[in-house]
């Protein structure tokens, strides 16, 4: 009798008719030349995309960089990342898609704000960029959103949400983050609902624009304080009055290291929708979390990015290629498809 896989088994997910549980987690991959999504981007994709499969595309900005940022970006962690506010990146985009589509794929893409000045030479995110299975990046850390551009980046996220939903991606995830998304706007605000109302506008404008049942939001735990932690539940707690599709969760450290601690539960008792988790996991711990139902999805990262047949791997128990970490990020590279699209497949 065959051993049932949980991971591999079916799931619906709002509309969206799922074969398996193995998500591809956000990356950032930095061969977007110009912020252009470009064709070897849809071989990527479409090579991580199987039918019933759900990917989530690497943080796509919504806004273009300021002067100061530009002047810097050449030695930037933000260079040749993809971008949707202008036609060109949506036409651009609509390739992409289509080719995840042709292999019976649903596709979302994650929208990402970056802030517009630079401090102490470095640029600072509005939204810190994650990557790899929810490992922070060496950046600056994340501002708040002044009051006075709150307006902006909200209609941003408006308006960027608008134009992956054009572009034929089936939804859109909004990264979100401590001290940025879930703390509201400039300095001295008080009270739980004030502190996430920044949180909540954002989510309202892009759910009134393309609907609440393709959204979701991607909410960062990686090393959350105690009072984040509450801001952050008190938040997701919000999310399902909404319709959000999903809540998509990274794992907290604890002692310093990246493991399964089941630190989320909060959260996924919060949330009525579906729950994504991430951070650490192989395929043991996936196959664990969703057979004790503390999430419905298992997003995953290097894992992903190495075996672009992982669901298949983790079906036949197959051995898994390693990653290459100094080909994760694309930006100068001579080549973009070495340790991008040249990961061997199982057969």
Excluded at 157 to 174: K, L, P, Q, Y
Excluded at 268 to 286: L, M, P, Q
Aim: hydrophobic share 40%; with cysteine.
């Amino acid at each position: 009798m065959k051993t049932t896989i949980p991971l591999l088994t079916p799931y619906k997910m709002g509309q969206f008719a799922l074969s398996h549980r193995v998500v591809l987690a956000p990356l950032t991959r930095q061969r977007a030349y110009g912020g252009v999504p470009q064709p070897h981007a849809a071989v990527y994709y479409a090579q991580r995309a199987s039918p019933g499969g759900f990917l989530i595309s690497e943080g796509t900005r919504i806004a273009a960089a300021a002067r100061q940022e530009e002047e810097h970006e050449s030695s930037s962690s933000f260079k040749d990342v993809p971008g949707i506010w202008a036609h060109e990146q949506v036409e651009a985009w609509r390739p992409v898609v289509d080719a995840v589509h042709a292999k019976g794929a649903v596709f979302f893409c994650q929208l990402w704000h970056v802030a517009a000045d630079v401090v102490q030479q470095r640029q600072q995110q509005v939204s810190p960029q994650m990557s790899f299975d929810g490992r922070r990046e060496e950046l600056s850390s994340p501002r708040r959103v002044a009051t006075q551009d709150a307006p902006n980046v909200v209609d941003g996220f408006r308006r960027a949400a608008r134009n992956a939903i054009d572009a034929g991606f089936d939804g859109v995830e909004i990264l979100g983050a401590n001290g940025y998304f879930v703390d509201n706007v400039g300095q001295g605000v008080n009270g739980i609902e004030s502190r996430c109302r920044f949180a909540m506008e954002v989510v309202d404008a892009v759910a009134r624009e393309v609907g609440g049942h393709r959204v979701g939001v991607r909410l960062d735990q990686f090393d959350a304080t105690a009072d984040e932690h509450a801001l952050a539940l008190h938040v997701v707690s919000r999310l399902s009055d909404r319709g959000v599709l999903y809540c998509h969760m990274i794992e907290p450290r604890v002692d310093g290291r990246r493991r399964v601690s089941r630190r989320l539960l909060p959260f996924r008792e919060a949330f009525g929708g579906t729950f994504i988790t991430s951070g650490g996991y192989g395929r043991d711990e996936g196959d664990a979390a969703v057979g004790e139902g503390y999430g419905d999805l298992v997003a995953y990262g290097r894992l992903f990015l190495a075996n672009p047949d992982l669901p298949r791997r983790f079906e036949l128990g197959a051995p898994l290629n390693e990653c290459d970490a100094a080909t994760f990020y694309g930006a100068g590279a001579a080549d973009p498809a070495v340790g991008y699209t040249d990961y061997p497949f199982l057969d």
